[in-house]
């Protein structure tokens, strides 16, 4: 009998190979090609179950060996993949101009592909060779891979991505010793057991550590720096945030002042670059407790509200290396709370480089906060003059669209709203961004804000707005009252004095708007003003990029993809200008596309060789099956989606809010799964009675009578009904509950998700062994075909329900799933 705890081994190495490789992908490329080189090889899984449906008689007789075989090929691949992929010359920003970049993404596809088929076929192995505990082994599969993504988080604090390659490997290797070991009995098995075990750390061990060296793209920030001479790596520093580089410049000294004016005449002090994972540049600038030196950062845009208020009382989301800190003391703010999501940054700056950033953290008034920023804010009851969102991601990868696929919570509607219901009257929020054209970012923003100010029954926003660009940068003004006289002259003399022109100031003229740094269109001016008045929607309609307001449902603040601009992109794609449109989302349409006609093949080849070698098998039945566990598999992913996002929110730090809600659902769910035989026989026992669906008449003492109905498949619709209850009470209830306890320290909002997640994920470990147990006894040919189905559609939900959520909303994708369990309900026979 195979060990379990073997599958649970492999389970757990495959989800972190899946999560380690978003993260490896992330630093040596770009986040777009992560998602779509991972989700195509996850069909790994889709492809495990073909090949079991073709070969499965034949290793059900040697399933020790051939899971040992599967499981050492996962751990060999998994570093195998990596070492080959890293030396190819594929350039994700080239894709879409050069052929031969696909010839390389159909090699990466295959390379990934591997280590998910090895996993997947030892899963699927379990499942088809021991049909009498199918809800035991997807227990320990899904409880496995819970272990996957909490233990890569818990690697991933103290180890290199690319060390924690081989931590992966060992999970592989010690499933397969603990295979192996099986045919033995008593004290020999437990010896061979701890030589295979002791074997296996020494393989990985041994790995050369070159074969997975980190190899970043020549076209990152970092890469193109280390490229001047004179530039050392002073430090690097990895963890859940991300792989840190700090940097100097001997000959080429770094001058990074995002807005700053042209007609400043005053150098900078001396900066060290920070690079995290390659790109997403911010400097730590040297200080010596004298203001002089930082004179220059008066002449930047984000300076601006500081000439409206007097000595303000200020919060910066998002500090970075610490400039904005330093913009607020030389404005001799009295009070500064500074917050900043990656504690790495902030020991790189507060100790490490502490002497040559002058410890802004410890200047009198100066408070550093750990924190994401909405969940900060939610949680203070203090009130600011001043509220600022800096500049922090670097230029070529906004302007590539590199965040298109990201969530961002601190930019919705109702982040303004908690922004707005935390400044002082009079106070100001300030946020800067990327000078992109055509305008993107700037004019969702102000959208954003008009909409915000519209909720709170302001019936004429633009008093309340203020939008200037300098060259690079442009910087949004909400003010919380309208804008007096006075703020307005001080504005125009700001910008004036600094060669900023004004993109949106109530009073201004429309030439008044494009003065200094001059643009061929009035982009700002005019999308403001329609913005304001009653052709808002005509202009979200016609406008080239989406640039409507986002919400919490829909927090996808960086996508500005519109099929209407699909015809330019093609058009460019030759001619060098394809890196600065916006393609994030086109990227994810194609990944779907791939995926589906792959996984189409992945379905329908085992039924031709299923319907040569079993004629007898009703091809109505075959189709149910596939319907039913299609519908589960979409539906699975959905309400997880849909319900990490959620819980992100809640939770606050997105970088271990995920693993944990994750590895909640998963352990769940896996309870679920083992509980599932049980619950079978009991609510059979219990409704033992005639044909399915009859109306039975029942007669009870004192001549009472009533009609009971018996359910077709009495397991199915317990657990489908209890997910449909539990995810309509996240639906109705969370937001509430989340806005009311968001102020609790983190632990108890663990706890409370926890408690939250349980009885969902629980009834959704349920469908999946209740249908494939009956699938075993029914017709055992199919259950390997069942299993690469489930594994194909868990892919393609995966990618579908983002392209929902970007389009329709979380809450949408949620409603969708329960359709689809139902769906799932009515299927099965």
């Not at 010359?89 to 970049?101: D, G, K, S, T």
């Not at 969940?375 to 600022?388: E, H, K, M, N, P």
């Not at 990868?397 to 298109?404: F, I, L, P």
Request: hydrophobic share 55%.
């Amino acid at each position: 009998m195979l060990p379990l705890l073997a599958v649970a081994l492999v389970s757990a190495g495959a989800l972190a190979f899946e999560v380690l490789l978003t993260r490896l992908f992330s630093i040596i490329q770009w986040h777009h090609f992560a998602y779509m080189i991972i989700s195509i090889a996850l069909l790994g899984y889709g492809a495990s179950g073909a090949f079991l449906a073709v070969t499965g008689n034949r290793l059900r007789r040697h399933v020790g060996a051939a899971f040992a075989a599967g499981a050492i090929l996962f751990a060999v691949s998994t570093v195998a993949s990596f070492a080959v992929a890293e030396r190819l010359p594929f350039n994700a920003l080239a894709v879409i101009w050069e052929p031969r970049q696909l010839l390389y993404l159909l090699v990466l596809y295959l390379l990934f592909a591997v280590p998910f088929f090895c996993a997947a076929t030892c899963i699927g192995l379990a499942l088809v060779a021991f049909p009498e505990r199918i809800g035991r082994t997807y227990r320990y599969d899904l409880v496995g891979a819970s272990m996957g993504a909490i233990g890569l988080m818990l690697t991933l604090i103290v180890l290199f991505p690319n060390v924690a390659l081989k931590v992966v490997a060992l999970c592989g290797f010690l499933a397969a010793a603990l295979a192996i070991s099986v045919r033995e009995t008593g004290v020999v098995r437990k010896r061979r057991a701890v030589g295979y075990a002791t074997a296996a750390i020494a393989a990985c061990a041994a790995l050369p550590q070159s074969w997975t060296a980190l190899q970043l793209s020549e076209y990152k920030g970092l890469s193109q720096t280390l490229l001047v001479p004179g530039v050392k790596v002073l430090a690097e520093e990895a963890g859940l945030y991300g792989l840190l580089t700090v940097v100097s410049s001997s000959t080429i000294p770094f001058r990074y002042a995002p807005g700053l004016s042209l007609s400043n005449s005053m150098e900078p002090p001396a900066q060290l670059g920070v690079f995290t994972d390659g790109d997403g540049l911010t400097v730590i600038t040297a200080f010596d407790s004298r203001l002089e030196p930082l004179a220059y950062l008066d002449h930047t845009l984000a300076a601006l509200p500081y000439h409206l208020l007097e000595k303000p009382e200020v919060l910066i989301l998002g500090v970075g290396g610490g400039a904005d800190v330093l913009l607020a003391l030389l404005h001799r703010a009295p009070r500064i709370d500074a917050v900043e999501l990656n504690p790495q940054l902030v020991r790189l700056v507060s100790k490490r480089f502490a002497e040559f950033a002058g410890r802004p953290y410890e200047q009198p008034g100066v408070r550093i906060h750990v924190a994401e920023a909405r969940s900060f804010v939610a949680g203070s009851r203090d009130r600011y003059d001043l509220i600022q969102l800096p500049l922090l991601d670097s230029f070529a990868t906004a302007a590539a669209g590199m965040h298109s696929l990201s969530e961002s919570y601190i930019y919705t509607i109702e982040a303004f709203e908690q922004y707005l219901d935390h400044l002082r009257p009079g106070g100001y929020l300030a946020i800067t961004r990327w000078l992109k054209l055509p305008p993107r970012d700037s004019l969702r923003l102000f959208a954003t804000a008009v909409s915000a100010l519209e909720r709170r029954g302001i019936g004429d926003p633009g008093r309340h707005l203020a939008l200037v660009r300098s060259w690079n940068t442009t910087t949004l003004l909400v003010k919380n009252g309208p804008l007096t006289g006075e703020d307005a002259a001080a504005i125009r003399r700001f910008a004036e004095e600094r060669a900023f022109d004004l993109g949106f100031l109530r009073g201004v003229s429309r030439e008044e708007a494009n003065r200094f740094n001059v643009l061929d269109q009035y982009y700002f001016f005019d999308s403001a003003i329609a913005l304001l008045g009653p052709q808002r929607k005509e202009f979200f309609r016609d406008y080239k990029f989406d640039v409507a307001p986002t919400t919490d449902d829909r927090p996808y603040f960086f996508d500005f993809f519109k099929w209407q601009a699909l015809p330019e992109l093609l058009e460019r794609r030759t001619l060098g200008g394809a890196a600065l449109l916006d393609w994030g989302y086109a990227v994810l349409v194609a990944t779907l596309v791939q995926a589906s006609v792959l996984a189409l093949v992945l379905i329908l080849t085992p039924l031709l060789w299923l319907g040569r070698q079993r004629p007898q098998a009703a091809a109505l039945a075959r189709w149910r099956i596939a319907l039913y566990f299609i519908a589960i598999g979409f539906a699975f992913l959905f309400v997880e989606i849909a319900s990490i996002q959620r819980f992100v929110l809640f939770l606050g730090h997105p970088v271990y809010a995920i693993p944990v809600v994750l590895c909640a659902f998963l352990f769940f769910a896996g309870l679920g799964s083992g509980f599932a035989p049980r619950l079978t026989a009991r609510l059979d026992a219990l409704q033992g009675l005639p044909a399915p669906g009859a109306l039975i008449r029942l007669t009870g003492g004192e001549g009472r009578c009533g009609w009971v109905v018996r359910v077709r498949h009495p397991a199915l619709a317990l657990a489908v009904t209890g997910i449909v209850a539990a995810a309509v009470l996240h639906l109705v209830a969370a937001p509430s509950l989340f806005r009311w306890l968001i102020p609790l320290p983190d632990t108890l909002k663990i706890a409370v998700s926890l408690v939250l997640i349980a009885p969902l994920a629980f009834f959704m470990g349920l469908p999946f062994p209740l249908a494939l147990v009956r699938v075993a006894a029914a017709r055992p040919g199919l259950v390997p075909w069942a299993w690469g189905i489930n594994g194909c559609a868990s892919v393609l939900s995966a990618i579908l329900a983002i392209l929902l959520a970007m389009s329709l909303g979380f809450s949408a994708v949620l409603l969708i799933a329960l359709g689809l369990y139902l769906v799932a309900a009515a299927t099965l026979r």
